[in-house]
Every structure is written in structure tokens, then in C-alpha cells.
């Protein structure tokens, strides 16, 4: 790999030879004199390794290195020097030196350390990079809902994430109860930590409390090493226990413990190690129900629910599917390599019409579905999954419930639809209902429809 590096020296032998020998390796190289010059350089060039001679005139390695942490703090230092000692070698790397070498250089370990520094460096490049990725996903502008409903959800989410509290997230399977959570660890104090997905149903009763905890050798026949268990992963910032109420008891139990005592043993240890982690649980069943049937302990459940958050299912927020559908296509032509634009009146009505019980989920599956079938430039009701096809689809939405309801209804699905065909120009809007522009904000409001979707929006459902 190629690096940019710069080489610091006051021995102008040294540095032209080991400059010779970077380059004939590949490297773009860049030398100084001393610590001043190193300097003057480093305010108008990057690079990626600096390696410098710590006895010079005037400011010395050290005093460079320190200089470097504070302006490029990304750049790796390598000291080199003739006057070795235990008590310098020490101080350097404490420093932020990234190694240390002896005077006279041999140029080839030199050229193969800085191989090994040049793919830690863009290793940790791509961490950083996916990090920064994933934190901006779950960035509340990136968020896609416009409902009062998920407003009031989001509220929620930004005052937990600036507590340390336990969250009891419910609601239907695919209403994203999961990138709630994740959202919730990634804007609070522990960001930099992991988060730990843990599927309760999908972890046989009988390993439950090795799973939880960890164990170290020798534990148990068969624990033939030590073994790092989700609240030890977790240290240090989030466990999410999805399905909580498939947690066998004996499980739970344990769980209570650790909750109450702030700490836990991993099995086959005697050393006791701190619950350093925030713990959000979730369910998609009915919490009472299951707390009364004895499913749940209500010990535990009160321990976990100190803030309860309700995700509506997607039927209940329907305002919120034209912006969905607008990401979901955004996102597919990307994977898919098309150019699709949307869908077009007829099926943005269908979709509003329908009920959609697996949620957010059922949604993008359908609309992946449409992207691959569809060969126009806009979606059609026949690229829809056939569940989704038929007039009985659409009529059936007024052949039941009371009339005011049903009209009520039909009101808002033509309202969302007009909006999404004139891209939220309620001027345009209100022209192709027949209204005028302020009886379509009455209308707006009445229905508690969202005034304009945020056009930014790019995060998965």
C-alpha cells in the first residue's frame, strides 16, 4: 500500500537515505530538517506516518510528537533515536508514539513496519467510516415518519438517549422496533460502545445462563476456553433484548439479579465484573397479558419498563407511507441499478388503502418485489405482489365500519395521494382536489395529515 510519509531528521544522511529507501518501497515521501521545519510542513500537508529522530536542535521528537497529536491527530509517529533507554521508550509510546526504533536503521524492518501501520490505518479508516454510516442512519432527521404519532415517538427517544434509563419498546412485528433502539444508542452518551442484538426466542433454555453471562475454561464439559457472554459484549453501551417475553424463567431470573445487583459472575469465575451497560428490551406482545399469565416476571418487567415506548403499527400513521415508498425506491434503484421515479396514482392509492399487517416490513418487501418487476420508469399496480391486486382491494375499503369513517377515510387516502403526485406543492395539491389552498390545510388538519415530508430522508425501515 502506498502511504504519505514524512521523515524528520537533523542528520541530513540519514534522512535523504531512508527517504531513498521509502520511495523505492512505493511511498510518496516528504523530508525536514528538524522539529520547526516538520512543523511548517504539517500546517500545509497531510499524511499518514511520520517518522522522526527524537535528538534534534531546537524542538526535539518528543516535543514533536506532542505537536502532532494536536494537529493531526491521525497521523501514526514512529520515533527513531541512538541513545536508547527503557525510561525514553516508555515515555514515547505513552506519549502516542506508535512505535519506537534503534539508530543504526535497518531500512527493511522499517519498510515492513510501516506496511503493517499503513493497514492498521486504513482498517481503522473503514471502522470510522462505517461508524459515522450507521451513526447517521439513525440520526433523528434521518428518521423517515411525518405522523404525529412517531413525532411523539421520537420525542421520546431523544430524552431517553440523554439518560442511562431501561426502555421497554412494544409493538407489532415490522413497525422497526429494533432501529428504535438503535437509534436510541447511537445519540446517547454511550455511542462509542457496542450494541448487543440478542434474539430471546432463538436461544435454547439450556444455554441461556452460559449466553448471558459467559463462562471461562474449565466452567462446565466442553467450555474448553473462555467465552465472553452478552453482558460482558456489551459493556459499555447497549444490550438490546428483542422478544424479552420468550426469556425462559430461569433466565429472567438471573437477568433480575444482575439488573438489582449491577453486576454479574460469569459461570466457572470468581471474580465479580460490573454491569457497565444500558439495557433496552422489546416485545411485540401484549405486556400485560403476558405479565398476568405469568409469561413475564413483573419483577422484571417493572425493572426493564422504567420508559415504555409504543411504536404504532403502520395502519394507524398511514401519512407516513408516501415518504416511505419515495426512500424504499430511492434505496432499491441504488441495490438494483434502476431508474424507476415512483409509483404512479393508482398505486399510491392502493397502497394507502391497504392494511398492511406485517407493517413498515411488508411494505418494503412489496415495493423490492415492484422495483424488480417493473420495466417502465414508473410503478404500476400490476408490479405489486397479487395479495395487493383487485378492485376488492380498494372498494373494501368503505365496505365496512360507519359511513363518516369510511368517508373520512377515502378523504385522506385522496389527500395523501394528490400530495404525493404534486411532491407536497399544496398549490398544486389543493388544484387537482378542486380545493381551494386553505381548505386543503383545513383538511390537512382535520385529518391530521403532516404538512411536508423531509426529502432527505434516507434510512432503512
Same mark, same amino acid.
Given at each position: 500500500?502506498?502511504?504519505?510519509?514524512?521523515?524528520?531528521?537533523?542528520?541530513?544522511?540519514?534522512?535523504?537515505?531512508?527517504?531513498?529507501?521509502?520511495?523505492?518501497?512505493?511511498?510518496? &515521501?516528504?523530508?525536514?530538517?528538524?522539529?520547526?521545519?516538520?512543523?511548517?510542513?504539517?500546517?500545509?500537508?497531510?499524511?499518514?506516518?511520520?517518522?522522526?529522530?527524537?535528538?534534534?536542535?531546537?524542538?526535539?521528537? *518528543?516535543?514533536?510528537?506532542?505537536?502532532?497529536?494536536?494537529?493531526?491527530?491521525? $497521523?501514526?509517529?514512529?520515533?527513531?533515536?541512538?541513545?536508547?533507554?527503557?525510561?525514553?521508550?516508555?515515555?514515547?509510546?505513552?506519549?502516542?508514539?506508535?512505535?519506537?526504533?534503534? #539508530?543504526? !536503521?535497518?531500512?527493511?524492518?522499517?519498510?515492513?513496519?510501516?506496511? =503493517?501501520?499503513?493497514?492498521?490505518?486504513?482498517?481503522?479508516?473503514?471502522?470510522?467510516?462505517?461508524?459515522?454510516?450507521?451513526?447517521?442512519?439513525?440520526?433523528?432527521?434521518?428518521?423517515?415518519?411525518?405522523?404525529?404519532?412517531?413525532?411523539?415517538?421520537?420525542?421520546?427517544?431523544?430524552?431517553?438517549?440523554? $439518560?442511562?434509563?431501561?426502555?421497554?419498546?412494544?409493538?407489532?412485528?415490522?413497525? %422497526?422496533?429494533?432501529?428504535?433502539? =438503535?437509534?436510541? +444508542?447511537?445519540?446517547?452518551?454511550?455511542?462509542?460502545?457496542?450494541?448487543?442484538?440478542?434474539?430471546?426466542?432463538?436461544?435454547? $433454555?439450556?444455554?441461556?445462563?452460559?449466553?448471558?453471562?459467559?463462562?471461562?475454561?474449565?466452567?462446565? $464439559? %466442553?467450555?474448553?476456553?473462555?467465552?465472553?457472554?452478552?453482558?460482558?459484549?456489551?459493556?459499555?453501551?447497549?444490550?438490546?433484548?428483542?422478544?424479552?417475553?420468550?426469556?425462559?424463567?430461569?433466565?429472567?431470573? #438471573?437477568?433480575?439479579?444482575?439488573?438489582?445487583?449491577?453486576?454479574?459472575?460469569?459461570? %466457572?469465575?470468581?471474580?465479580?465484573? =460490573?454491569?457497565?451497560?444500558?439495557?433496552?428490551?422489546?416485545?411485540?406482545?401484549?405486556?400485560?397479558?403476558?405479565?398476568?399469565?405469568?409469561?413475564? =416476571?413483573?419483577?422484571?418487567?417493572?425493572?426493564?419498563? &422504567? /420508559?415504555?415506548?409504543? &411504536?404504532?403499527? !403502520?395502519?394507524?400513521?398511514?401519512?407516513?407511507?408516501?415518504?416511505?415508498?419515495?426512500?424504499?425506491?430511492?434505496?432499491?434503484?441504488?441495490?438494483?441499478? #434502476?431508474?424507476?421515479?415512483?409509483?404512479?396514482?393508482?398505486?399510491?392509492?392502493?397502497?394507502?388503502? +391497504?392494511?398492511?399487517?406485517?407493517?413498515?416490513?411488508?411494505?418494503?418487501?412489496?415495493?423490492?418485489?415492484?422495483?424488480?418487476?417493473?420495466?417502465?420508469?414508473?410503478?404500476? &399496480?400490476?408490479?405489486?405482489?397479487?395479495? *395487493?391486486?383487485?378492485?376488492?382491494?380498494?372498494?373494501?375499503?368503505?365496505?365496512?365500519?360507519?359511513?363518516?369513517?369510511? /368517508?373520512?377515510?377515502?378523504?385522506?387516502?385522496?389527500?395523501?395521494?394528490?400530495?404525493?403526485?404534486?411532491?407536497?406543492?399544496?398549490?398544486?395539491?389543493?388544484?387537482?382536489?378542486?380545493?381551494?389552498?386553505?381548505?386543503?390545510?383545513? #383538511?390537512?388538519?382535520?385529518?391530521?395529515?403532516?404538512?411536508?415530508?423531509?426529502?432527505?430522508?434516507?434510512?432503512?425501515?
Amino acid at each position: 500500500m502506498k502511504a504519505r510519509i514524512l521523515v524528520v531528521d537533523d542528520e541530513r544522511a540519514i534522512r535523504d537515505l531512508l527517504s531513498e529507501a521509502l520511495q523505492d518501497a512505493g511511498h510518496e &515521501v516528504l523530508s525536514a530538517g528538524g522539529g520547526e521545519e516538520a512543523s511548517a510542513i504539517l500546517r500545509e500537508e497531510n499524511f499518514q506516518i511520520a517518522i522522526c529522530d527524537i535528538k534534534m536542535p531546537g524542538m526535539d521528537g *518528543l516535543q514533536l510528537l506532542r505537536h502532532i497529536r494536536d494537529v493531526s491527530p491521525e $497521523t501514526a509517529v514512529i520515533l527513531v533515536t541512538a541513545y536508547a533507554s527503557v525510561e525514553t521508550a516508555v515515555y514515547a509510546l505513552r506519549s502516542g508514539a506508535f512505535d519506537y526504533f534503534l #539508530k543504526p !536503521l535497518i531500512f527493511e524492518e522499517i519498510i515492513a513496519k510501516i506496511s =503493517r501501520i499503513d493497514e492498521y490505518l486504513k482498517v481503522k479508516r473503514e471502522n470510522q467510516n462505517l461508524r459515522q454510516e450507521v451513526e447517521a442512519r439513525y440520526d433523528f432527521p434521518n428518521m423517515i415518519a411525518k405522523s404525529r404519532a412517531m413525532d411523539a415517538v421520537f420525542g421520546m427517544i431523544r430524552k431517553v438517549s440523554a $439518560t442511562a434509563s431501561n426502555v421497554l419498546i412494544t409493538g407489532e412485528s415490522g413497525t %422497526g422496533k429494533e432501529m428504535i433502539a =438503535r437509534a436510541i +444508542h447511537f445519540n446517547s452518551l454511550v455511542r462509542e460502545g457496542k450494541f448487543v442484538p440478542v434474539n430471546c426466542g432463538a436461544i435454547p $433454555t439450556t444455554l441461556w445462563e452460559s449466553e448471558i453471562l459467559g463462562y471461562t475454561r474449565g466452567a462446565f $464439559t %466442553g467450555a474448553m476456553t473462555d467465552k465472553e457472554g452478552y453482558l460482558q459484549s456489551a459493556d459499555g453501551g447497549t444490550l438490546f433484548l428483542d422478544e424479552i417475553t420468550e426469556m425462559p424463567p430461569e433466565a429472567q431470573v #438471573k437477568l433480575l439479579r444482575v439488573i438489582e445487583e449491577q453486576e454479574f459472575t460469569p459461570l %466457572g469465575s470468581v471474580k465479580t465484573r =460490573r454491569l457497565n451497560a444500558r439495557i433496552i428490551a422489546a416485545s411485540n406482545q401484549d405486556m400485560g397479558r403476558e405479565v398476568d399469565g405469568r409469561k413475564l =416476571r413483573e419483577d422484571l418487567y417493572y425493572r426493564l419498563n &422504567v /420508559v415504555h415506548i409504543a &411504536v404504532p403499527p !403502520l395502519r394507524e400513521r398511514k401519512e407516513d407511507i408516501p415518504a416511505l415508498v419515495r426512500h424504499l425506491v430511492r434505496r432499491y434503484n441504488r441495490e438494483l441499478g #434502476k431508474k424507476i421515479q415512483g409509483v404512479d396514482n393508482a398505486t399510491m392509492r392502493l397502497l394507502l388503502s +391497504h392494511d398492511w399487517k406485517g407493517n413498515v416490513r411488508e411494505l418494503k418487501n412489496a415495493v423490492e418485489r415492484a422495483m424488480i418487476f417493473c420495466d417502465r420508469e414508473t410503478i404500476g &399496480v400490476d408490479d405489486l405482489p397479487t395479495e *395487493l391486486h383487485g378492485a376488492k382491494k380498494i372498494s373494501g375499503l368503505l365496505s365496512h365500519g360507519d359511513l363518516k369513517q369510511s /368517508v373520512r377515510e377515502f378523504e385522506r387516502i385522496s389527500i395523501l395521494s394528490a400530495l404525493e403526485e404534486a411532491r407536497y406543492d399544496k398549490r398544486h395539491a389543493a388544484s387537482l382536489l378542486g380545493l381551494s389552498k386553505s381548505s386543503l390545510y383545513r #383538511k390537512m388538519e382535520e385529518l391530521e395529515i403532516g404538512l411536508s415530508p423531509d426529502d432527505s430522508l434516507d434510512q432503512d425501515p
